[in-house]
């Protein structure tokens, strides 16, 4: 895999989490006590680093980085599974932290916000589709 496409896609996974963060802040009362274009940065910058694990993971499972190219349906339930958990996982503790809880307005299943929990792997998935237009596998 060369440089450059590991480089877009991190970047679109910054992107992608960004543009999400922003449309869906309005569900959230948010108690970090931070502004919101820093806290919407910060959040952004970990959804990234999360993704990236997700993609280092699924790739030693591949043993190497160009099953992005042509993903498996294991590799789709593998990131849909990983991002699922780790969304519940970082809702919950958080909602019980007391960083944040939902505005009536967000959607739930089993107390967790439906929009948060899709956000992980719909990013990846979005911005692994946008890297396939690109033609990951083109030499």
């Known amino acids: 895999m060369k440089i450059q496409r590991l480089l877009l896609l991190i970047s679109l996974f910054f992107l992608l989490n960004l543009l999400w963060e922003f449309l869906h802040y309005p569900l959230y009362n948010d108690f970090s006590g931070m502004a919101e274009f820093p806290r919407l940065l910060v959040a952004s910058f970990f959804d990234m680093l999360i993704l990236a694990s997700i993609f280092v993971a699924v790739s030693i499972k591949n043993k190497n980085f160009k099953w992005a ?3 498996s349906k ?13 969304a519940a996982f970082i ?3 958080s909602i019980a932290a007391g960083r944040w809880d939902y505005k009536a307005s967000m959607l739930t299943i089993f107390s967790i916000g439906i929009s948060p929990l899709i956000q992980l792997f719909a990013t990846m998935l979005i911005s692994l589709g946008i890297l396939k237009f690109f033609e990951w596998n083109k030499k």
């Open 91 to 93: 809702e919950k503790t």
């Open 69 to 71: 190219g042509k993903p």
């Open 74 to 86: 294991t590799d789709y339930i593998l990131i849909v599974l990983m991002g699922l958990l780790i």
